[in-house]
């Protein structure tokens, strides 16, 4: 049991899967979750505010071996006066929800406040990291904090608090693994699609007193409870999930929405076990109650769309020598390499010039206890493999202890030299002399990796490095890349729109996308939203984002919810000098998911960098809306104006004068600048108002740098 004692306004008594022995008076906090652990929650934090200070913030892994979901954390009543509670659900670094109630400990009675969290309720964050959890906040107004995708009044009044009862938070058991789970694979192992209306967000009644509805999300998402065509996420009967009206389900609007923006698939519903509600834990390795209360008998569909678990493997490991290819073995035309002759042995370095075809359930294994090997694609090679769901393909290493170099492409690869679906890489990235670099998979080709349903695991340095016109196909999809030592990818900026949906934001060094700074976005492109930051900056490099066409305007489109962070002295340029727009920046969030450009330093701080110049006149497609600026403002190493002030020394600095005369600049937060807000840097026109339509917090001087038409004072305000 962990325990921790506080003496202040209040008393932590313990956190745990059940408290040892119920308090005379208190409040129980209940931490509830409807996704597996750790795979899409790793770690939450439990913060304690009373007497105008932190009185209890610690974070706890969660999942099998760590700390068991449900538990609860005790509060003993203590000098009185109202406690605010905050709950935070981390996935590595990347904060997925925040959970904010403020109560009073009952002193008569021992309550339930009950913490859930929810999928429908992440994403709904912004500022902040799990190592920074100080300065994140919900996207909800003030006094609100998310529930199913909405918002609801975060203040909860003592004399709504129903009193304790711990079978009613461990499924009728103590937290000690008795109590019955809701188990949702086998509730939905017979169900049915139903047509969502969007109108009313309702689905169709199929009626009786055993209904249960499941949201599907796409593979790609890596969230829910998945099996090969589904994955699943339980949506609870009563007020936080859905009620019957009018002879349908309404359901929370948040599930309509995120079927719009597509990511949600479907609904599910099942009549084949009895209805669960929020208070019903979900059965999985990382719940504190064992016994499954879902006895899925005859029920509406059983078309098998949505399996019970991952898919089972049909490929039977290899157990006989094998067959050696390289030195021994020359590869000296087309080859295919089967599951029967496995493990296919690659010891030494090779250099590939024919087909190698790899078959469902093939196994190659690249080194041996003593040599890194490498293996290149060069001029008429390839490596070609599909795989099944149930069938994957292999690659690793020969020895665990040793790992291998890289599968690499050459002067001459073709496109697609490497072409992989249905396959697991694993165990390979030795950094040798080029740690910055290096990568399980490299390339310098354009299109050189086509890969899709593809997971690699464990490289010892960068999971993916692609250089030069290094990218990825436009058909790849469904990558995860998890537990590099390094990022998950390194590419150049041009090519940053080529990688694929996926998971890159389990285990890695940095669950991050670092942008090699050695080419500047010469054309347009798209900077997808792919659940992890970009990193700007390492290094030995300039540290420095240019979107700047030799010809005409190259624009970059940000996705919502994206973030970029900087190494300290980075900088992101618009147009590297003149007064034509060389270069554009669209850049819209939304209220639920800004775009964010803050420091990569930790802990962060106002001047970490140069923020956002638009050199010249910026261009007439230039938009910014909900877009957060953080810790900007670094002092430049020469003045740009006669009062002395450098471009560099603003979040957003605006070299000309917008054609527009109006902001482009909208609905955006400046924080934490260690100079000016904004700063217009046009003299003898109009100032134009940027002040009015954002929102600025921490500015150490002008929110607004007017243009110098006339002396040295140019605040506004």
């Keep these: 049991m962990l325990r ?8 932590l008594f ?4 059940s408290c040892s022995a119920k308090p005379a008076a208190g409040l129980v906090v209940s931490v509830q979750t409807d996704m597996p652990l750790p795979k899409d929650v790793s770690e939450i934090r439990l913060e304690v505010v009373a007497a105008g200070g932190l009185q209890f913030g610690n974070n706890y892994p969660v999942g099998a071996g760590y700390l068991l979901v449900p538990a609860t954390l005790t509060l003993l009543p203590g000098a009185g006066g109202p406690v605010t509670i905050r709950l935070f659900a981390f996935q590595g670094e990347k904060v997925r929800m925040l959970r904010e109630s403020v109560t009073t400990i009952p002193t008569t009675r021992v309550a339930t406040l009950r913490m859930p969290i929810q999928w429908l309720s992440t994403g709904m964050v912004t500022g902040g990291t799990r190592s920074s959890p100080g300065s994140v906040v919900t996207t909800c107004p003030s006094g609100k904090t998310p529930e199913q995708g909405g918002c609801i009044d975060n203040a909860v009044p003592e004399s709504e608090l129903a009193d304790y009862d711990e079978g009613s938070v461990f499924g009728g058991g103590n937290g000690g693994g008795s109590g019955e789970c809701y188990d949702l694979l086998a509730c939905f192992a017979s169900s049915i699609t139903e047509e969502l209306r969007t109108s009313d967000c309702t689905v169709a009644d199929p009626g009786g007193d055993k209904v249960n509805v499941a949201m599907v999300l796409p593979a790609s998402s890596g969230d829910g409870q998945c099996g090969p065509k589904g994955c699943l996420l339980p949506l609870p009967s009563g007020q936080s999930g859905w009620t019957r009206v009018n002879g349908r389900l309404a359901l929370p609007a948040a599930v309509c929405a995120r079927m719009s923006a597509g990511t949600l698939e479907a609904v599910r519903v099942s009549t084949s076990c009895a209805t669960s509600t929020a208070d019903a834990p979900l059965c999985g390795p990382w719940s504190s109650v064992s016994g499954s209360s879902t006895d899925a008998g005859a029920g509406i569909g059983s078309d ?23 030195t021994a073995n020359p590869v000296n035309g087309d080859e295919t390499w089967t599951a029967e002759a496995s493990p296919h042995l690659i010891p030494y370095d090779i250099t590939l010039s024919h087909v190698i075809t790899l078959a469902p359930c093939a196994e190659v294994r690249i080194g041996t206890a003593t040599q890194k090997t490498t293996v290149s694609i060069g001029t008429g090679g390839k490596i070609v493999g599909t795989g099944t769901p149930t069938k994957r393909i292999t690659i690793t290493g020969a020895d665990a202890a040793n790992p291998w170099m890289s599968i690499r ?7 697609g030299a490497l072409q992989l679906a249905y396959a697991t890489i694993r165990g390979g990235g030795d950094p040798a002399s080029s740690p910055t670099f290096a990568g399980m998979l490299t390339s310098s080709v354009q299109d050189g990796f086509d890969l899709q349903h593809v997971t690699l695991e464990g490289s010892k340095s960068n999971g993916i490095s692609l250089a ?7 058909t790849s999809k469904d990558l995860v890349v998890k537990d590099s030592t390094g990022y998950a990818v390194i590419i150049v900026p041009q090519n940053v729109g080529t990688i694929p949906p996926g998971r890159y934001d389990q285990g890695n060094g940095p669950n991050e996308i670092l942008l090699l700074n050695t ?66 920046l669209i850049a819209k969030g939304t209220s639920t998911s800004p775009i964010v450009f803050t420091s990569a330093e930790s802990p962060p701080a106002a001047g970490d960098w140069g923020g956002l110049q ?24 020469a003045p740009s104006d006669a009062c002395g002030m450098g471009f560099v020394q603003s979040a957003i600095h605006i070299g000309g004068r917008p054609a527009s005369g109006s902001s482009f600049v909208t609905n955006s937060v400046i924080s934490s ?17 940027f002040v009015t339509p954002n929102t600025f917090t921490n500015v150490a001087e002008c929110h607004q740098r007017n243009p110098q038409t006339s002396g040295c004072t140019r605040c506004s305000p």
């Design 14 to 17: 313990c956190l745990s899967l």
């Design 468 to 474: 030069g016109a290094g990218s990825f196909t436009s």
């Design 304 to 326: 098998g769309d949505v399996d019970s678990g991952e898919p089972i493997s049909e490929c039977t490991p290899p157990t006989g020598a094998g067959t050696t290819h390289g």
């Design 4 to 11: 921790a004692i506080l003496r202040a306004a209040l008393v």
């Design 614 to 637: 638009f050199a010249g006149t910026p261009d007439g497609s230039d938009a910014l809306d909900f877009v957060h600026v953080e810790y900007a403002g670094m002092v430049g190493s």
């Design 519 to 584: 080419s500047y976005i010469i054309s347009s492109t798209t900077m997808p939203n792919r659940g992890v930051p970009y990193h700007v900056g390492y290094n030995g490099s300039s540290k420095e984002l240019r979107v700047e066409s030799g010809a005409g305007v190259a624009t970059l489109t940000i996705e919502a919810g994206v973030t970029v962070r900087f190494a300290r002295g980075g900088s992101f340029l618009m147009n590297g000098s003149g007064a034509t727009a060389t270069g554009a």
């Design 673 to 689: 600048s260690a100079h000016d807000g904004i700063n217009e840097g046009w003299g003898n026109l109009a100032a134009i108002d």
């Design 409 to 415: 492409t050459v002067s001459g690869a073709p496109s």
